[in-house]
């Protein structure tokens, strides 16, 4: 590479396999651990390889914010425009991002995530039945992937049955592929709509669900911030967990030697789907997470301006070998992993905890109802999309 590091190159997109990292992220990882790419909007950034550094940015929001504007870099070739909405506190930095952050994490912990297991489950197997009942080929993606995660924070959130199809229905054509604004300003009033049904409904007969806790235990919070924050959950959650969950069966599929590990132990899912975790976002293209650097700063001897855009790279820091041997192996059979899959410092994933329970739930379910599963189209001709947080596939046809 003659390119200096402050010359941009353009962000590093290409790979020899659908399911392998992106070319070049072990030569970014080993010769240029911070190096200038342009995004496909235009724009700018620092691309950091590696998992120390990765840390060394995501865990310092005082050197590095997440408040975005009209030139952050995109995965888009046209910017959209800015998100301008104070609730919207993934991308805002101190008081503001605690002040909304604090109001859900009790909502997220792992008691009662457990307690919202059986409800998955059910969701889960609902999904699996109507797959079984159709003729194969089936899309999985349509099918299972998609829908399954949008219900559970519908059930979450307390949306009741009879709104469901309301919300199912305006929240895919506010995930969907390429949905205009004018689309997503409909989608966005639909939903509003439902959940305002659900906060009447829920101030005079409160039940065990979110909306319910945050009506009354959080009285300061207005209704347009309420309203912001459970259609927050439901995009940050959503394609989050369905591109994830959809590359986890493929790549499975594709593994059939993990696969046998991963269906001979359903007890170890909770540390298979980990290791999926860490291995899968090593596939994605680096551009998912923004940060801007506040002051000068230096990261790896490279000199960052103030005002920089910045890529910490999830698929770097997960693939880093410096911190995990063979890293390039999913490996089923390997010990527990800190890998960085759903970010690191103030900003970490929310929702983990119910992903994670998605995931395994989802994973254990579908193998164990179709041990024979097997796509029905050669890879090449599977349509993979990689303009996410997580890298993905749209559609996904199998029979049984
Ligand atoms: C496989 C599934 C998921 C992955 C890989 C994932 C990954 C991530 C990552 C990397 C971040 C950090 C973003 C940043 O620092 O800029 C994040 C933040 C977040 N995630 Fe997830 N996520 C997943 C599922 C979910 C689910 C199910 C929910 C909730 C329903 C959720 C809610 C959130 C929220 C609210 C934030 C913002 C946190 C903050 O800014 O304080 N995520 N996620």
Redesign the pocket.
């Known amino acids: 590479m003659t390119c200096p590091a402050d010359e941009p190159i353009p962000l590093p997109r290409e790979r020899d396999h659908p399911l392998e990292p992106v070319r070049e992220t072990s030569r970014l990882l080993r010769e240029e651990p911070v190096r200038k790419v342009r995004f496909p909007n235009g724009i700018d950034a620092w691309l950091i390889s590696g998992y120390e550094h990765f840390r060394a940015v995501?865990g310092d929001p005082q050197q590095f914010s997440?408040r975005k504007d009209e030139t952050e870099p995109q995965m888009r070739a046209v910017s959209r425009p800015p998100v301008d909405n104070p609730a919207a506190?993934?991308r805002a930095d101190g008081e503001q991002?605690q002040y909304y952050?604090r109001k859900?994490t009790s909502q997220?912990m792992v008691k009662r995530i457990t307690a919202l297991r059986p409800r998955i489950q059910q969701i889960v197997d609902e999904h699996l039945d109507a797959v079984a009942a159709r003729p194969a080929p089936v899309d999985l993606v349509s099918a299972f992937t998609l829908p399954v995660?949008s219900l559970v924070?519908a059930e979450?959130l307390g949306v009741p049955y009879e709104h469901r199809q309301a919300f199912q229905d305006a929240a895919t054509t506010m995930l969907g592929l390429n949905p205009t604004a004018d689309e997503v300003q409909q989608s966005f009033a639909r939903l509003a709509a439902v959940l305002a049904h659900v906060f009447h409904a829920r101030l005079g007969d409160p039940r065990d669900d979110l909306i319910s806790r945050l009506l009354h235990e959080q009285p300061d919070l207005s209704r347009a911030d309420l309203t912001s924050l459970c259609v927050?959950?439901?995009i940050?959650?959503?394609e989050?967990?369905a591109n994830?969950?959809a590359m986890a069966i493929l790549t499975l599929l594709q593994h059939p030697d993990q696969l046998a590990t991963f269906t001979a132990h359903p007890e170890r899912a909770g540390q298979a789907v980990e290791e999926l975790?860490r291995r899968l976002?090593g596939n994605s293209s680096g551009g998912?997470?923004?940060r801007r650097a506040v002051h000068d700063v230096e990261i790896g001897g490279r000199l960052i301006r103030a005002g920089d855009w910045v890529a910490p790279n999830?698929a770097a820091a997960n693939l880093d070998p410096a911190w995990c041997p063979r890293a390039e192996r999913l490996d089923l059979d390997r010990g527990p992993v800190q890998h960085v899959?759903?970010?690191y410092?103030?900003?970490?994933?929310?929702?983990?905890n119910?992903?994670r329970a998605?995931?395994e739930i989802m994973l254990v379910s579908l193998f164990s109802r179709f041990p024979h599963l097997r796509t029905t189209v050669p890879m090449e001709d599977l349509p993979f999309r990689d303009d996410m947080?997580?890298y993905g596939v749209r559609s996904l046809p199998v029979a049984w």
């Open positions: 995501m997440s506190f993934n991002h952050r859900l997220f995660p924070i979450m927050g959950l439901l940050a959650g959503h989050t967990t994830f969950s975790m976002t998912g997470l923004i999830l899959a759903f970010g410092g103030p900003h970490a994933c929310l929702g983990q119910l992903a998605e995931l947080l997580v």
